[in-house]
């Protein structure tokens, strides 16, 4: 099969002009290759920014309509109004920022997948057959559990709750394999997909709420392991979902500034961070002022201005609950 004979079908053209619908330039759908690995993995895909246009890219043939639909959805829900993340900060180490920034869109997405896969479903993008290519998808990725454990503990444990949100828990035969095969990380696994089933992802507001609490039990888990946390409470800026009343408030009644050791990317000055008070989540990031405005009363003027003004004078998106 050659990219050029695939078509999309009805589902996903359906959901093609949904995004277009929506997206302010042109959204389409380009197959490159011929490459069919015989899988289906999320990195089959990408999003391409051509100017004002986006072109979503698959680059494996293997499921070109399951795998196209997953990308579409991902932008759906960003241009419906769900969340994103953000990456201000910087360590002053060029591949450590690419590992946590990795982590970070990783922990988001395997959220964001349950409403994606949910979606799916309902498209009838998912059959047995795409089942099947998802498992060759995971067994391809992960080698069996060595004991002792070796340093991939973490990719393990990401591919396998994210194989928990797309199988659920009933495909008892996967479930049975996933134990044999890896039976401290999907142990782990099972107990991060607890903490963001808990509550479904109905909304903007309980998507932004599960993505913090997998951020800080997957830190719990790591540290667990004796492994380095990955601070994406801290790293990592989620979009901020308010309600009217909240963007009315003063800053300091909704968020804390608090000086981190990272820097601000942009400045490479060090950067003050607003974490969400409710849940101690980075919501924005400003650089430290310039040392003859860095005196108390700038940070009186910015704890008191209203959350609205701020966002605005930051450029910095919300969602409006």
Sequence with gaps: MQAKDIQLNKEVQSLLDQVNALYPGKVEVQFIGELQT??????????????????????DLTA????ASHELLHLLMILSGFP?????????QPQLDEQLMIMGTE??????HEVVVSEQRKHNLIDDH????????VTATLKPEPTPVDDEMTLRTLTLLDALVFFGTDEDAIMAQFEKDYPISFAAAQKLYAVITEKPVD????????????????????????????????????TSVLSKRQLSLQVKQIFELYHS????????????????????????VIPSPAPKEDTPEYFTKIYSMTVEEL???????????
């Design 203 to 238: 909304s903007p507001f309980s998507l932004r709420r599960n993505v913090v609490k997998l951020f800080k039990a997957f830190d719990a888990q790591l540290e667990a392991w004796r492994l380095p946390a990955l601070h994406n409470t801290e790293f990592t800026t989620l």
């Design 107 to 112: 922990l988001y997405d395997i959220v964001s």
């Design 38 to 59: 015989g899988f289906v993995r999320h990195d089959q895909a990408q999003q391409m920014q051509m100017g004002k246009d986006i072109a979503i890219q698959v680059a």
């Design 261 to 284: 050791d990272m820097h601000e990317k942009t400045t490479q000055r060090r950067g003050y961070v607003g974490f969400n008070r409710a849940d101690e989540q980075n919501a924005f």
């Design 64 to 67: 070109p309509n399951y795998t």
């Design 84 to 92: 994103q993340v953000f990456f201000s900060m910087t360590t002053g």
């Design 130 to 137: 795409i089942k099947d290519l998802y498992l060759k998808g």
């Design 311 to 321: 966002f605005k004078q930051l450029k910095m998106p919300y969602i409006l609950r």
